[in-house]
């Protein structure tokens, strides 16, 4: 499968989830895709539109029948996972793809396919990153510090990505996506 596949990442509470989803409403044509997790909806969530919301069971299924096309736990013991055959069937389509996934994925979708397009979110500052994952509030303050440890991690490996987006302003980045993935405005 070859394609023109564009993996996003980035550290937690970036605004990874909102940058694409403002690309995807102007760029209908675009697939964003749908990944499974085993982690429980946060309130407004809806399964099949935010996440696939699978068991624990249901996700190794996944695994088993090579649904996946890459997958990883982020955050302890939480799995997420992208399914191929969404992927698969908009590639052949011709439909540019996006895969809005973590670091260990985004290395994964690389081996498997060598062209891929891969872009980190950063954000203005360290700072940001904090106030905005405690402003959120939807972790406990566990969740918080974990997703810090992995965010300091994942800003350290920024050099393995094609383009770095910074996420200052929302209208800014998001027309810099546009740019770097060759949609037009
Ligand atoms: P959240 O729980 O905040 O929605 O997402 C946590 C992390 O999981 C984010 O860094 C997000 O990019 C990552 N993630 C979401 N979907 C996938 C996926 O399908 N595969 C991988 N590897 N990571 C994912």
């Given at each position: 499968m070859t394609g023109d596949v564009t993996v996003i990442s980035g550290p937690t509470a970036v605004g990874k989830g909102t940058l694409v989803a403002a690309l995807a409403s102007a760029h209908p044509e675009v697939l964003v895709s749908v990944s499974a997790t085993t982690r429980p909806p946060r309130p407004g969530e809806v399964d099949g539109t935010h996440y696939h919301f699978v068991s624990d069971a249901a996700f190794d299924e996944l695994i088993a029948c090579d649904g996946l096309l890459e997958w990883a736990s982020v955050h302890g013991d939480t799995r997420y996972g992208t399914p191929r055959a969404p992927v698969e069937s908009a590639v052949a389509a011709g439909r540019r793809v996006?895969?809005?996934?973590?670091?260990?994925?985004?290395?994964?979708?690389?081996?498997?396919?060598?062209?891929?397009?891969?872009?980190?979110?950063?954000?203005?500052?360290?700072?940001?990153l904090e106030d905005r994952l405690r402003t959120r509030g939807t972790e406990s303050d566990a969740e918080i510090v974990r997703r810090l440890q992995t965010a300091d991690y994942e800003l350290t490996c920024v050099d393995e990505f094609?383009?770095?987006?910074?996420?200052?302003?929302?209208?800014?980045?998001?027309?810099?996506?546009?740019r770097l993935i060759g949609l037009s405005d």
């Amino acid at each position: 499968m070859t394609g023109d596949v564009t993996v996003i990442s980035g550290p937690t509470a970036v605004g990874k989830g909102t940058l694409v989803a403002a690309l995807a409403s102007a760029h209908p044509e675009v697939l964003v895709s749908v990944s499974a997790t085993t982690r429980p909806p946060r309130p407004g969530e809806v399964d099949g539109t935010h996440y696939h919301f699978v068991s624990d069971a249901a996700f190794d299924e996944l695994i088993a029948c090579d649904g996946l096309l890459e997958w990883a736990s982020v955050h302890g013991d939480t799995r997420y996972g992208t399914p191929r055959a969404p992927v698969e069937s908009a590639v052949a389509a011709g439909r540019r793809v996006i895969l809005e996934i973590d670091l260990q994925g985004a290395r994964q979708v690389k081996q498997r396919l060598p062209g891929v397009r891969t872009i980190f979110i950063l954000p203005p500052d360290r700072q940001a990153l904090e106030d905005r994952l405690r402003t959120r509030g939807t972790e406990s303050d566990a969740e918080i510090v974990r997703r810090l440890q992995t965010a300091d991690y994942e800003l350290t490996c920024v050099d393995e990505f094609d383009h770095v987006v910074v996420n200052d302003d929302l209208g800014e980045a998001v027309a810099e996506l546009v740019r770097l993935i060759g949609l037009s405005d």
